[in-house]
């Protein structure tokens, strides 16, 4: 199956559907269009699919009460919640349907807390009840003495989303998608049936096309439209505590909605205790110019550290950890969320444009909302096109238990299997050598250190890659036949050992 | 699963694994098995390839992989089991370790002692949260030193170091004499946490300047790394912004501290130290479980490998004589715990049983600023129990207390034995 | 005129004070032990010392450790590093071979402090 994934390609390509961008949205489509005949192709300019918006954010898979009546937002937000149990089943991805509990310090923010609850009720998200302080304790355990009450969310869960969005990548692959990496689109020409797709690695053509670009949606529309959008990256920093503190914490927390300086509010700052046991703590949100740049910010991350520092205790896991545990942060990173500037998410086909589909602005919650959109627009396509249903269509995506998740009797039945069962590579989140292979295997091969890391967790515990990281690069090399001084962190030229020692020369 | 009868078990094939084996197995203890993960004996000895290793131990002038294969030398001599590319997966109370290799699957042992050598890892970019983008190029000394010495490769060519610790400032030097540039290390404290003779050997020799009260305040680069700025910091170790300046350079290589390594012991539930990192012991290098020690980088981090040895011979010595019953088991407990006091800090062993182990115990601290000559003493409230003089005293090399048990004359429930340096 | 000087003979790294008069170390102070006063006599004429480095073999991809056998002139570190770089012997390599002979006339022998291959323990 190795045929469908190409890393370089010249040339003109004739394609049935097009997709452009492989996160949360444009992976969601090109798994919905797996679903017919179709010769499909996923244009996406990282080295690896899920490389952009979808791969930094919260992790909550959100219930839908904050979202505003009315809105795309919230009506997909709903739809999708309920779609989570299933795709996630079928794509064997962990999901954790956790709760998820808003809390309020003042009797301001119950009021607030009163709206929510009724925009919940309007937009019909299940289980939705504003909890007095005793009813909040019974629920999510011993809150700070300050906190007066809560929203509680039964249906709030958490996912890891690059896990999810490679697992419907990797299922969209097996049923016939064709993925492009380090494929940039640069301009895009409306010809006299579909489009011209002029990219960095030859031209693709097609006569439909979904923009699921992120925060480019923006450009991408306004090539083909005269109805032009803009896209604001807004970005959001989050710190991420080590796993010994797992299921020290149960439910997805929030801090009461804050209003924005500029007009339409955030959600605030979050605990979210994700699938892998790690704890995130975020985030901030600031308007940015680049749509790429998703480096920390010094003032990001002061303001979460700040904000948890100061009232850690209003959270349960306080009264076991009582002081915010700041050495066992391990890691931070930041995250952009594609905002446009209508404040909802833009969908459907392009007025102006017959066969472009937008996809766009999908921020908060759009991790939620992708595949419900996904499913409905690719439906509405498909009868509009008369698509011819793919029988040969599996929506299950299996893959080998984790060893990590193995109890003793299964590592022995694994080892028996293969013997790289045997090697432990990362020691901090116990990964073995033989699923680093599966990785570098895939559908979807991953073939730089952090590709590898998205999909086994190696590296991403508390050491970090200190023990692991020269291990795994000799593990590409062995593997690929590429050479150790060009085996990259993220692709291009992202070399980790660009050069060999002891060669003869000047000092 | 079944499982093997061992006496003792020892977690780690370094050079504390090494010492403890050969000090028990010295002591008449023969059904003994080291676990190893790598596929070698020595730990991260082997890739330090400078010397000044061994001058107490051996006295002789030693490279790191010259020490390690002395002991590798002794280990082979005896029978002593190693199992090399096997990692512990977990160890409990009553002393079971479960173990996995690719050669041998999972396999179970029961020991009558454990005794856990798992050294120290790195501190990373992650837990300093320096701000900044992503790339390749950022990484500690000791994976820089892992690359160029164990496989052959260079990180970079024009280095920035954050950190003046030894292992940063002893891969200053390589770098120099591989043909890359060092632009300048970074300290955030007013003085390096590396051995004096490191900073002249290593970094004024080269011309190598070291910006004190400096830090790395963003590191900028899509891909690669293109730079760093560094800013000043004020006496809370803030950085002061004003400050802030560009440093071009392709390499940010972090080489601030050491953090013993115990996830197994903490997974067994074995109490540990806040200002270690390292579990709780006795004077015999005992943890809360009985039967269980500690010792080397993963008890507290040494400047000294010839320190790792010496300690590791009392714990290997200490988990013999618990297995021949010879620690007085039945004699009463007699406990007293010790305090970190003024210029102090990480004071092992943390309690000091007077009924049972050796009646000298050495103390063992780091001084938590710099001092010039001063003196180190022990004391029950204001009697002094033990005393020395220092020369000088500095954070980067730990200090030594010798204590003798028929010293300590009469004390209350909740006394303690403080520690301190007076200037 | 007086230099203060840090002794790198072990890793006590004691604090000397120097008295230099021309070319002649006077006045010693700040040593725990004798081997302070070489030190200083010798740092504050000619300073001194052990070169380690890697070097690579021929037919093998790993490098291998190498150590002078006595300390050489400081001012020649950097000399004798790049020299170190034009030879790659043949494995194998033992821990204690001589792998290159006086090496730039300095009297110093490059001594192999690793094996290659290495071996399996």
Known sequence: MDRNILFFKTGVSMYDAIVIGSGVSGASVARELSRYKLKIAVLEKGDDVCSGTSKGNSAVVHSGYDARYGTNKAHYNVIGNAMYDNLCHELSVPFVRNGTITYALSEEEVEKLQELTENAKKNKVPGVKLLNRKELEEVGGDFGAEVCGGLWAPTGGVVCPYNLVIAMCENAAENGVEFFLNTEVNHIEKEAIGYSIKTNRGEFISKIVFNCAGTHADEMNNFVSSEKLKIIPRKGNYLILDRKLSGKVKNTIFQAPKKLPGGGHTKGMVMVPTVDGTIILGCD??????????????????????????????????????????????????????????????????????????????????????????????????????????????????????FRDMNDEERIKALERDKNYGKIICRCEEVTKAEILQAINSIIPAKSVNAIKMRTRAGMGRCQGGYCGPEIVSIISEETGIPITEITLSGEDSFIVPYETCIPGEI | MIMTDVDIAIVGGGCAGMSAAL???????????????????????????????????????????????????????????????????????????????????????????????????????????????????????????????????????????????????????????????????????????????????????????IYYNTTVTGIVGKKRVEGVFISDVDENRKPVLSTERFVDCDTLMLSVGLIPENEIAFKAGIKLSEKTGGPIVDDMLQTDIDGIFSCGNCLHVHDLVDFVSIESEVAGKNSAMYILDKIKKDKKPLVIETNDGEGVSGTVPHRIDLNKGEEE??????????????????????????????????????????????????????????????? | MEKELVCINCPLGCRLKVRVEGEEAKEITGNLCKRGIEYAKQESILPMRVLTANMKAADCERPFSVVSSKPLPKNMLIECAMELKKHSPKTPIKMGDVVIENILNTGCDIIATSNLPEESL
């Open chain 2, 361 to 423: 115990v050495t103390l063992m601290f780091r001084p938590n600023s710099k001092f010039r000559s001063c003196t180190a003493t022990a004391r029950i409230n204001d009697r002094i129990i033990s005393s020395k003089k220092m020369p000088v005293a500095v954070p980067g090399e730990m200090c030594e207390l010798k204590i003798n048990k028929n010293d300590f004359g009469p004390f209350e429930k909740n006394d303690k034995l403080t520690v301190e340096i007076i200037p």
């Open chain 1, 285 to 402: 949100s600031t308007d940015v110019d680049d749509k790429d740049d998703v480096s920390t910010t010094r003032e990001g991350i002061e303001a979460v550290y700040q904000y948890f520092s100061e009232n850690w205790k209003n959270f349960p896991v306080s009264r076991e950890i009582p002081e915010f545990p700041k050495k066992m942060i391990i890691s931070s990173y930041a995250g952009l969320r594609a905002h446009s500037v209508t404040d909802d998410f833009i969908i459907g086909e392009v007025k102006d444009a017959e066969g472009f589909f937008n996809m766009a602005g999908i921020e908060s919650p759009g991790l939620t909302a992708a595949p419900a959109i996904a499913a409905e627009l690719v439906s509405e396509v498909s009868k509009k096109y008369i698509f011819e249903i793919n029988p040969a269509f599996n929506p299950l995506r299996k893959i080998p238990k984790q």
């Open chain 2, 23 to 209: 000090s028990a197995y010295g002591h008449g203890i023969r059904n003994i098995v080291i676990f190893e993960r790598n596929s070698y004996l020595g730990g991260v000895l082997k890739q330090c390839i400078h010397n000044g290793f061994g001058i107490h131990k051996f006295r002789e002038d030693l490279t790191g992989t010259q020490y390690a294969a002395k002991l590798i030398d002794d280990i082979v001599k005896t029978d002593i089991c190693i199992k090399t590319d096997t990692i512990v997966l977990n160890i409990t109370e009553e002393k079971e370790i479960v173990a996995v290799s690719s050669k041998e699957g999972i396999t179970g042992y029961r020991a009558k002692s454990i005794i856990l050598a798992m050294g120290c890892r790195e501190r990373s970019r992650g837990e300093l949260m320096i701000p900044g983008s992503r790339p390749a190029g950022v990484l500690t000394a000791g994976v820089a030193q892992r690359y160029m010495n164990i496989e052959g490769y260079l990180v970079g060519k024009k280095v920035f170091i954050l950190g003046s610790g030894d292992i940063g400032l002893i891969m200053a030097r390589q770098f120099v004499l591989e043909g890359a540039e060092v632009v300048a290390i970074a300290e955030v404290m007013p003085y390096s946490g590396g051995l004096a003779r490191n900073i002249v050997q290593c970094a004024e020799d080269f011309g190598i300047p």
